[in-house]
């Protein structure tokens, strides 16, 4: 799991737990259709399963 991915929340964080709306800020993501980029590690796909009816993921091609 090297490289980068990228997360948009598509589903807003309205009437979701505190837990949830704990994991989105924690991977940075604030309002609906806010995109982020992270490093593909463990961690973060962990938070991303959690959430992953809120969000979407794609990889993102590094240039260099």
Known sequence: M???IRVVLKRS?????ESLR???ASLGLRKREGAVVHSDTRAVRGMIRK??????VEKVEEVG
């Open 2 to 4: 090297a490289g980068k």
């Open 22 to 24: 704990a994991v989105a």
């Open 51 to 56: 959430i992953e009816h809120l969000v979407s």
């Open 13 to 17: 964080l309205a009437r979701k737990p």
